[in-house]
């Protein structure tokens, strides 16, 4: 593989450099800080972990924590299961916390929803400057190409004016995952869009007559549970359009035809055996070649790609594929293109007679290039795109950007991988069929346009909500840290746009709750737990040195995908991180690399989870192996201190625990199978709230800890009785918004939620709760489960 950069962290240095001189004036804080975090840094690995997107072992990593986040790993629960708690979920009546609640804005003096989302877009700053949420999907409007449908897992959103303005379609939908959308070509104000978006289960088709205005829901009994890969719209038929849908993640996937435009479903091929019990990826891509009559259909899935000439009775092997490589299909005048992406160059190729021979396009890496990730020496795309206009115009993208107009012979990378204007990670590429030239990309920060056939871009995040959190931490003043897939460790100050202060992904970030100087975040190794020091703008390295397990090579113990960082939210000053140790300072803001203290002994698999109880030092949970539950009650006796298990029966798949702020004996878990929480510190276990609708978090009220609130992939719930009875908290969030996390800040009662997907969401809870508020809740507004 040639490369500029002798890996993609030295690419980081040169890019977090870029940033910084690129800066604005008003934004001196924010330079200040990634400044100091330069000058802290001690060397080149500092700045991201030393694992990356080329890495396997990094990549499988990734990969198995996606599956457990979305729970179809280990300690999962099948479609079915998370079918049915997502509609126990919705029959959940109002909490009341909520029910029958005003809330004026101080601001305009006029009554509020109960929850906002108070930044603005974009997060700025990102790999490619303005950046929002992942986009998966899109759809160009066949008659009006600055009509655009973008697809992430905020929901479904749509621009009329090529990207300047932007409005979510999908708030009422009973999941905002969107994996494909397509819009009639010979009647665009007919769009159709699937739901799930691998490795995380749909609810089904979502149909419109009206260009959006107005959305029914079909297919959930066919496309429930799975991810909907593609969509294809066929001639009309007797009863309506022909439309195909293309499935996987279930074993009852495959390929669909409907002949009245949605309503009802014919599966035409079945892939994968419904009595096995291995994973199965289903169908990868569809495509039709309406030239053809009837149109020709081809599909791949892990046998091959195929061809069938008679709508889908029989069909033809036309390409062999790697097994689980997601190949891509596109037909452009009457050309069938195929991509491979893990062929072992990643192939890309094309027939002009349907599949029977096939011409190899070049791919070849070339000096300037700086993200090949093939193995002979090829580029190694993973999404492409064909001018209709003139085909030997072609768009691949891998990390970066790639344009050829000669068909192949020559590439040119149009930006480096790390972004000017392009977010790194491209997902979908489309050219418009009726306006030459008009081409848009959706990538890992969001989407561009271009109106040169792919030579220059424009940024389109700017008024694009979106922002994939895995957490999110509020201090007393309206400032909030936040751990994002895609755009690191971002921070808001009091309000203000998201700003990226460290690149890559990131889980567990930290802020002193008092509205003082430090806030925290840790990436996804043992060597990247940095503190910020808000005042001056210094981002320092403070990874505990116990993680090292050797110098030469430099090594580290076994850790989670994102290890373990917690805070104490009475007492500030203690913060613990874990990999298999599990280390505290009870200085945060001044511990060095050196001087965390070790508590009891290694534990026996990563360390995902930790909480100190607000009440008593002593008393430490941790969670290892998102399975297994420990307790220390002699914590401040630091390496003589004593581990014990407490797992009893509990399920796998435990993401988050909370200990109560003045009962160190109770704790509330969140896990895929429901809130667990015991009292007897681990003795006994009662589960809680809907069952299997997969939790990621646990907040308490320290003014009333029987109020209590738990994030899911279903919104808010919260509970006045410690957990005997749920409602409803979710009003204000768009319905199926998966919740990542929750931060209680007792001084300003705010509530923030973070979403993956739309960003961060605040209630305020106003004064401490009335008596009435503090007794079991009215059997007639909660649901008991």
């Known amino acids: 593989m040639k490369t500029k950069c002798l890996s993609r962290t030295q690419c980081l240095v040169a890019v977090s450099l870029m940033i910084l001189g690129l800066l604005l004036t008003c934004y001196s804080a924010i330079g200040n800080l990634r400044q100091g975090g330069m000058q802290d840094l001690e060397n080149i690995t500092d700045v991201v972990p030393a694992d990356e997107d080329g890495d396997e072992e990094y990549r499988e990593k990734r990969d198995e924590f996606l599956r457990g986040f979305f729970g179809t790993g280990p300690g999962g629960v099948s479609p079915s299961a998370y079918t049915s ?32 989302s108070r930044i603005a877009p974009p997060i700025r700053n990102s790999y490619g400057g303005n950046a929002s949420a992942r986009v998966h999907t899109l759809a160009i409007d066949p008659i009006n190409a600055n009509v655009l449908y973008t697809g992430s897992s905020g929901g479904l959103a749509k621009t009329t004016d090529g990207g300047v303005t932007w409005r979510y379609l999908s708030d009422a939908w009973a999941s905002q995952s969107i994996s494909s959308i397509a819009v009639n070509p010979n009647a665009s104000n007919h769009v159709y869009v699937g739901t799930g978006v691998d490795p995380h289960f749909g609810v089904g088709l979502y149909r419109s007559l009206d ?35 293309a499935n996987g993640l279930s074993h009852d996937s495959g390929l669909w035809r409907s002949s009245d435009s949605g309503v009802t479903w014919t599966r035409l091929r079945q892939a994968g055996q419904p009595d096995s019990t291995e994973e199965y990826n289903g169908i990868h891509d569809l495509t039709i070649d309406p030239s ?69 396009i070049p791919t070849k890496c070339f000096d300037e290039a700086d993200s090949c990730a093939a193995d002979d020496g090829g580029i190694g795309f993973s999404v492409f795109a064909v001018d209709p206009f003139n085909p030997n ?26 972004g000017i204007n392009i977010h790194t990670d491209q997902r979908v590429i489309a050219f418009s069929q009726t306006a030459p030239g008009v081409a848009y990309d959706g990538n890992d920060g969001g989407v561009v346009r271009s109106t040169d056939a792919g030579q220059q871009w424009t940024n389109l995040n ?17 400032s909030m840290i936040a751990g994002t897939q895609d755009n690191g460790a971002v921070f808001s100050s009091v309000g203000a746009p998201w700003e990226m202060i460290l690149g890559g992904d990131s889980y567990h970030d930290l802020i002193d709750p008092t509205g003082s100087t430090w806030a925290y975040s840790v990436l996804y190794s043992p060597n990247s737990f ?15 040195a116990q993680f090292i397990v050797s110098e030469q090579p430099r090594r580290y113990e076994p850790c989670a995908f994102f290890p373990a960082f917690s805070m104490n939210p009475s007492s500030p000053t203690h913060v613990i991180a874990a990999c298999q140790h599990v280390v505290r300072t009870l200085d945060g803001p001044t511990v060095t690399s050196e001087g965390w203290t070790t508590i009891g002994e290694s534990l026996p698999d990563p360390v995902n989870a930790t909480y100190e109880a607000p009440s008593n030092s002593n008393v430490v949970y941790a969670v290892a192996d998102r399975r297994k539950v420990w307790v220390t009650t002699n914590a401040d006796s630091g390496p003589a201190a004593v581990w014990s298990e407490i797992t009893k029966n509990l ?65 808010v719930f919260a509970s006045t009785n410690g957990g005997l009875t749920w409602g409803s908290m979710s009003d204000g969030i768009p319905a199926g918004m998966i919740v990542s996390g929750l931060s209680f800040n007792a001084t300003s009662r705010q509530l923030a939620a973070s979403t993956y997907g739309r960003g961060v969401y605040i209630f305020n809870l106003g004064a401490p709760p009335t008596a009435s508020m503090n007794s079991s809740a009215n059997p007639a507004t909660t649901s008991e489960l």
């Not at 072609?394 to 149009?414: M, P």
């Not at 700017?462 to 309206?478: C, F, H, K, R």
């Not at 625990?657 to 003795?683: E, R, W």
Request: glycine letters at 10%.
């Open 651 to 715: 399920p796998g798949g435990v993401w988050a625990i909370t200990v109560h702020p003045t009962d160190p004996q109770t704790v509330y878990l969140a896990c895929n199978a429901g809130v667990y929480k015991t009292s007897d510190m681990g003795t006994t276990w009662t589960q809680q709230g809907v069952p299997n609708l997969f939790y990621r978090d646990v907040a308490i009220d320290p003014a009333n800890p029987q109020h209590v609130f738990a994030a899911s992939f279903a919104g």
């Open 292 to 360: 053809t009559q009837p149109s020709a259909l081809y599909i791949t899935d892990d046998d091959g790609a195929f061809k069938s000439t008679d709508s889908g009775q029989s069909w033809t092997l036309i390409h062999g594929v790697l097994t689980g490589s997601r190949n891509r299909l596109s037909v452009v005048n009457s050309t069938l293109y195929l991509l491979g992406p893990r062929d072992p160059d990643h192939n890309l190729y094309k027939s002009i007679d349907r599949g029977a021979k096939w011409t190899q």
């Open 85 to 116: 708690a997502l509609a126990a979920a919705r029959a959940l009546p109002p909490s009341p916390l909520l029910q029958g609640q005003k809330f004026m804005s101080p601001e305009t003096l006029e009554v509020v929803a109960p929850w906002s």
């Open 211 to 245: 260009r959006g205005t107005t959305w029914s829901n079909f297919g959930a009994t066919e496309f429930g549970g799975t991810v909907i890969r593609a969509i294809a719209i066929g001639a009309r038929s007797g009863r309506g359009s022909l439309v195909y849908v």
């Open 530 to 544: 940095r503190r910020l020091n808000r005042e001056t703008g210094h981002l320092k390295n403070i990874s505990p």
């Open 462 to 478: 700017q008024n694009l909500p979106g922002a994939l959190l895995y957490s999110v931490a509020l201090s007393a003043d309206g």
């Open 393 to 418: 115009v072609i768009l691949g993208g891998n990390q970066a950007l790639y344009r050829t107009d000669n068909g192949g012979l020559s590439w040119t990378e149009i930006e480096p991988w790390y």
